[in-house]
């Protein structure tokens, strides 16, 4: 390649041909100009929908000034990496709800760093054969409207649940993005829509889908779990169930994710331990248990203290069980007075359950007779 007398649609076409060959899913080019998405990153910021997540309101219009970020930047090559894993046991893990689930984006290794490694990679070798190129990759760790620009670049479309859309993959993919200035030239922005669907929309546990294209962060489940790092409030509780790290329930529903195809990183598989996981055996570890069992994993992030809250929450939202009621209490001062409030919820909830269930109130019912009339215990 060469940029004296250059073919940029040759360039473009060799570049998009690289990353697929790097093991991208898919790649488009797009421009910088995010202008007109800014007032609909206002209003969401006016609305408080971010909750907690001060660096979305910190860093301002940057977000919609991709050349701000990285100076001299002229187009953004988005690219997708599929993750669902073999196996991902959606149903069969929500119908559990004495297992913990855990969004299937999280069960495998962390994909900031392997997205990341692998845009490095693209970048260097078009600079080894245009070395006026500057560029800089990002996987969502910088103010970018990564949907906005994948939609620009023709990878998709946004849905009503705001994540990315493709005819081809659902939504079951990573998005990552290297800034470059190069003047390539553009893909034509993916033109798809949901439609009259609103699935996603009837199906989120919390109704953090406030309308159509807009999410009210506090509410989401993958807020709740991951972002948040206090008390979750307790409305929210019964509403999370068995979910621990993340939610995917409006992915499960769209129509779209029918014909997703699975992940070809086998780095984005299952461990085995997060493989539909007992939540009693998940509460049994310790804080040095899960940092060596989450090692290389996004959930290590959410560090030892919001992954017992979460645990807690799953727990009171389980069956009632005795088990499940000496856990709790076992676990009561292991971490700090946010825990043990989640915790203490737990147990009242527990102990409601054990009050509505038929079995438990007929042995206690037993019992008291025992007491009352000095009948035989086996009587």
Same mark, same amino acid.
């Given at each position: 390649?060469?940029?004296?007398?250059?073919?940029?649609?040759?360039?473009?076409?060799?570049?998009?041909?690289?990353?697929?060959?790097?093991?991208?899913?898919?790649?488009?080019?797009?421009?910088?100009?995010?202008?007109?998405?800014w007032?609909?990153?206002?209003?969401?910021?006016?609305?408080h929908?971010?909750?907690?997540?001060?660096?979305?309101?910190?860093?301002?219009?940057?977000?919609?000034?991709?050349?701000?970020?990285?100076?001299?930047?002229l187009?953004?090559?988005?690219?997708?990496?599929?993750?669902?894993?073999?196996?991902?046991?959606?149903?069969?893990?929500?119908?559990a709800?004495?297992?913990?689930?855990?969004?299937?984006?999280?069960?495998g290794?962390?994909?900031?760093?392997?997205?990341?490694?692998?845009?490095?990679?693209?970048?260097?070798?078009?600079?080894?054969?245009?070395?006026?190129?500057?560029?800089?990759?990002?996987?969502?760790?910088?103010?970018?409207?990564?949907?906005?620009?994948?939609?620009?670049?023709?990878?998709?479309?946004?849905?009503?649940?705001s994540?990315l859309?493709?005819?081809?993959a659902?939504?079951?993919?990573?998005?990552g =993005? @290297?800034?470059?200035?190069? +003047?390539? $030239?553009?893909?034509? /922005?993916?033109?798809?829509?949901?439609?009259? %669907?609103?699935? &996603?929309?009837?199906?989120?546990?919390?109704?953090?889908?406030?309308?159509p294209y807009?999410?009210?962060?506090r509410?989401?489940?993958?807020?709740?779990?991951? =972002? @948040?790092?206090?008390p979750? +409030?307790? $409305?929210?509780r019964? /509403?999370?169930?068995?979910?621990?790290?993340? %939610?995917?329930? &409006?992915?499960?529903?769209?129509?779209?994710n029918?014909?997703?195809?699975?992940?070809?990183e086998?780095?984005?598989?299952?461990?085995?331990?997060?493989?539909?996981?007992?939540?009693?055996?998940?509460?049994?570890?310790?804080?040095?248990?899960?940092?060596?069992?989450?090692?290389?994993?996004?959930?290590?992030?959410?560090?030892?203290?919001?992954?017992?809250?979460?645990?807690?929450?799953?727990?009171?939202?389980?069956?009632?069980?005795d088990?499940?009621?000496?856990?709790?209490?076992?676990?009561?001062?292991?971490?700090?007075?946010?825990?043990?409030?989640?915790?203490?919820?737990?147990?009242?909830?527990?102990?409601?359950?054990a009050?509505?269930?038929?079995?438990?109130?007929?042995?206690?019912?037993?019992?008291?007779?025992?007491?009352?009339?000095?009948?035989?215990?086996?009587?």
């Amino acid at each position: 390649m060469s940029v004296t007398n250059p073919d940029w649609a040759a360039i473009a076409a060799h570049i998009k041909s690289l990353a697929l060959e790097m093991g991208f899913c898919a790649v488009g080019i797009a421009d910088v100009d995010l202008q007109a998405e800014w007032p609909h990153l206002q209003r969401w910021l006016d609305n408080h929908y971010h909750g907690e997540m001060d660096y979305m309101a910190r860093h301002g219009q940057m977000r919609v000034r991709p050349d701000e970020l990285h100076p001299g930047t002229l187009r953004v090559i988005s690219v997708a990496l599929d993750y669902l894993p073999p196996d991902a046991g959606f149903a069969q893990t929500l119908k559990a709800p004495e297992k913990g689930y855990i969004s299937r984006y999280a069960g495998g290794r962390d994909y900031h760093k392997l997205m990341r490694n692998r845009l490095k990679q693209l970048g260097q070798r078009i600079h080894a054969e245009l070395p006026e190129l500057a560029f800089r990759p990002f996987v969502d760790s910088a103010p970018l409207l990564e949907r906005p620009l994948a939609r620009n670049a023709g990878l998709g479309w946004v849905g009503k649940h705001s994540l990315l859309l493709n005819r081809k993959a659902g939504s079951w993919f990573f998005l990552g =993005e @290297l800034l470059i200035n190069l +003047p390539l $030239p553009v893909d034509q /922005p993916h033109q798809g829509d949901c439609g009259h %669907c609103t699935a &996603c929309i009837t199906s989120c546990p919390t109704g953090a889908i406030v309308e159509p294209y807009v999410v009210d962060g506090r509410r989401c489940i993958s807020y709740l779990t991951i =972002e @948040l790092d206090g008390p979750i +409030p307790e $409305p929210l509780r019964a /509403p999370m169930g068995n979910r621990i790290y993340g %939610c995917d329930d &409006c992915q499960l529903v769209c129509p779209w994710n029918r014909v997703a195809p699975l992940t070809r990183e086998a780095d984005f598989h299952t461990r085995p331990d997060l493989q539909q996981p007992d939540l009693l055996t998940l509460w049994q570890w310790d804080e040095a248990h899960f940092l060596k069992a989450t090692e290389g994993s996004p959930i290590r992030r959410i560090g030892y203290r919001r992954w017992q809250r979460n645990l807690a929450v799953a727990l009171g939202n389980a069956p009632h069980s005795d088990a499940t009621v000496a856990a709790l209490k076992a676990g009561l001062g292991r971490v700090d007075e946010m825990v043990d409030e989640h915790i203490h919820w737990a147990l009242a909830q527990q102990a409601d359950k054990a009050s509505q269930d038929p079995v438990a109130n007929r042995q206690q019912q037993r019992l008291i007779r025992v007491v009352e009339k000095g009948l035989p215990r086996d009587a």
